[in-house]
């Protein structure tokens, strides 16, 4: 009874919201399309070069913003999960509102994963999209350093081959970081930046307080080091980023302004989240200690794991030197938009447990943009009621791991540690004592063989030895060693399966070849989904609902829902029933919901050492073993993933398989019988 009446709230909220939605947000600010916007700093860039964008950048008078609401904000707020049905919307207001901003930051991170794997679109179209609404201000993207927009290494040539695509398609700034502050990693990213014509912005990743006497390992000197073979490199502009809203405000002074005294004609860009409440007063602190550019989200989309307040800078500043030139009655509008889209995303928010602003980051150090997808991990593995000791536990993974930078992709790696310690109810003395029989989730694994690069201070030992054992180690850049990726053949081998396949395809199958080859086989089949309002996106419409769908300009398709059969085809399918422009119709539709069955699946017993049991809930992606196999301590059994965590089980002792209780694409929950063994 009372999941019936949750349900019939859910569903009455969900009509009063669609109803909101549907005559709210058709109001959002218009602006002429025959006006011609005003020139920006992109004007400089493109017709003068990065250096002399550079020069103008230091040469402005009063503070500049880089608005981030287009990619961190989202990512940071709602698990990157905006659409670029939502940004094109607003992007003319933009154009003509914000001509002189630094730039706005609008790809990169995590959303050209996440684009292609989970809203079905193509990360280089939203690029182009946006570049044709707004073509002065210059648009910023975040580069992992060798990592490109992934997380793993590649080779050399496809980093330099994305830059150079990335700028042909309508990238300016390349902000270019390394997850470990790795130099070798670091400059591969600003050299294939520079190439490819980009003004490249290097940005060295805070962690730890050099405000602090006590916390020595990151302290001020560590930073000006890093600096100095950045400026030696080449770096336009230099950035701060402080990923996780460490950096607090008298930190903020002794930094910048040492930065500031050494450098005095080198732009500084400090970037931070406001996960503690601190970062206006950190920004402030960073522009009177003479940085030049502060990254901000306008105010519906700021605070929290977000960037500070836009509104809150701008009125901060008023009538003083340091006065952005922004008039407040203008990012209102724009605060009015994104307030009305958020409430779209609302199943994504991080506010779901963070309902303000929360100083214990300055203990566990979780970055803002890894936040929400914790969350979201945590819930698929069963730990959504433990989320706060996910969060005491990413603290001790992180000392474990020796206290190492944390950001994509070294974020990932605490904080799968973290969930691995939850998961299986290890405290940091268990996990040392138990290394070498335990089945540590791949990307730990893949960080102490050296995959991505070599942290600061070393590895940390013993712990190393023991889960690596003799398993390889990589010493040195590991793209280094990387053979140049053939993309002839590569595009060759896609077009057999997509005779349509482009250049920028190819690029995306070279980062991410599972997920690409997911959205080209979705493309083929159901067309740019992009064109559908959000809400009919996520949730469908409703029986008996009419709406329309622009596909291009003068081409605008009207449907109405009319009926789903009751009764399910052999195949597990329903029939739906529409209009289309007036046209009966009507397609098959699997029902997977439907179609599923229960299954009950053996438990491993733990008393048993001939039984492995899923140390986590995940699908079997690979199996490593068959029956028969005589197999050593250690020997890697099966791979599960759960939310781009995966984890090699190992065998916890040697013996001679006797059966693989688990098949390909299995789902399994915590426990659940993998391998028995004789």
């Known amino acids: 009874m009372h999941s019936v009446l949750f349900m019939v709230s859910f569903i009455l909220v969900n009509l009063l919201l669609s109803f909101f939605l549907t005559e709210y947000l058709a109001k959002s600010p218009q602006e002429d399309p025959n006006v011609q916007p005003p020139k920006g700093f992109r004007q400089i860039y493109k017709e003068q070069g990065p250096e002399a964008f550079a020069k103008a950048v230091r040469n402005h008078k009063g503070l500049l913003l880089m608005d981030t609401t287009f990619r961190d904000a989202h990512q940071s707020l709602l698990a990157t999960r905006v659409r670029t049905h939502d940004l094109l919307k607003i992007s003319p207001f933009v154009t003509h509102t914000f001509s002189q901003l630094y730039s706005m930051e609008n790809w990169g991170g995590a959303t050209f994963d996440v684009a292609l794997r989970f809203l079905h679109e193509c990360p280089w179209e939203r690029l182009e999209e946006m570049r044709k609404l707004i073509p002065n201000i210059p648009f910023q993207m975040l580069l992992r350093g060798a990592n490109a927009v992934g997380y793993t290494n590649y080779p050399d040539n496809v980093v330099y081959k994305f830059c150079e695509l990335a700028v042909q398609t309508g990238m300016d700034v390349f902000r270019v970081f390394d997850s470990l502050n790795y130099l070798p990693n670091l400059i591969v990213g600003m050299e294939a930046a520079g190439k490819a014509g980009g003004i490249v912005e290097a940005a060295i990743s805070y962690s730890g307080d050099v405000s602090n006497p006590n916390k020595k390992k990151y302290d001020l000197n560590y930073y000006l080091k890093i600096a100095d073979e950045l400026v030696k490199a080449g770096t336009h502009v230099l950035a701060i980023k402080d990923m ?98 958020r409430t779209l995303y609302a199943p994504f928010e991080c506010t779901t447990t963070m309902k303000s602003g929360n100083a214990d980051v300055y203990t566990n150090e979780i970055p803002g943009g890894q936040y929400t997808n914790l969350q979201f991990q945590a819930y698929s593995l069963g730990l959504g009621d433990f989320f706060e000791d996910v969060k005491k536990a990413y603290a001790e993974a992180n000392q474990l791991l020796g206290d190492i930078i944390k950001v994509t992709p070294s974020s990932k790696v605490v904080g799968d540690l973290a969930q691995f310690m939850v998961q299986n109810k290890l405290k940091p003395q268990d996990v040392l004592d138990k290394a070498e029989e335990l089945s540590f989730p791949k990307s730990v694994v893949e960080f102490l063989q050296g995959h991505i690069g070599q942290p600061y201070g070393g590895f940390p030992e013993p712990l190393r030895s023991k889960v690596l054992r003799d398993m390889p180690r990589i010493e040195g850049r590991p793209g280094e060693t990387l053979a140049p990726l053939d993309f002839t053949k590569l595009k060759q081998d896609l077009t057999e399966t997509f005779p349509n396949i482009t250049d920028r395809d190819v690029m995306s199958a070279a980062l991410y070849p599972q997920v690409t080859n997911e959205y080209l086989v979705f493309n083929e089949k159901y067309g740019p989904v992009d064109k559908l309002d959000t809400r009919i996106f996520l949730v469908g419409p409703k029986v008996g609902e009419e709406f329309e769908c622009t596909i291009e300009k003068g081409k605008t398709l009207g449907i109405k829902t009319l009926a789903v059969a009751e009764d399910l085809t052999e195949n597990g399918e329903r029939e739906v029933f529409f209009e289309l422009n007036g046209t009966l119709r009507s397609v098959l539709i699997l029902d997977k919901d439907a179609g599923k069955e229960m299954q009950i699946h053996p438990k491993a017993d733990k008393a048993n050492k001939k039984q492995v049991g899923a140390p986590m809930p995940g699908t079997v992606i690979d199996i490593r073993v068959k029956p028969g196999d005589k197999i050593e301590k250690g020997t890697p059994l099966v791979i599960l993933s759960a939310m781009k965590m995966e984890t090699v089980v190992q065998s916890p002792v040697a013996g001679v398989i006797k059966s693989v209780d688990a098949t390909l694409n299995m789902k399994l929950d915590a426990e659940d019988l993998i391998v028995t063994m004789e």
């Open 244 to 341: 996780a809203g460490l950096l607090k405000p008298t930190a903020a002074r002794m930094l910048i302004g040492a930065l500031r005294d050494k450098y005095p004609d080198l732009p500084i860009h400090i970037h931070t989240h406001d996960t503690s409440g601190n970062g206006i007063a950190s920004m402030l602190a960073c522009a009177e200690a003479g940085a030049d550019v502060v990254d901000v989200a306008v105010d519906s989309m700021s605070g929290l794991t977000s960037q500070p307040s836009m509104g809150a800078i701008v009125a901060s500043l008023q009538g003083t030197p340091l006065d952005t030139g922004f008039k407040l009655p203008k990012i209102s509008e724009y605060s009015a938009y994104w307030e009305q889209t």
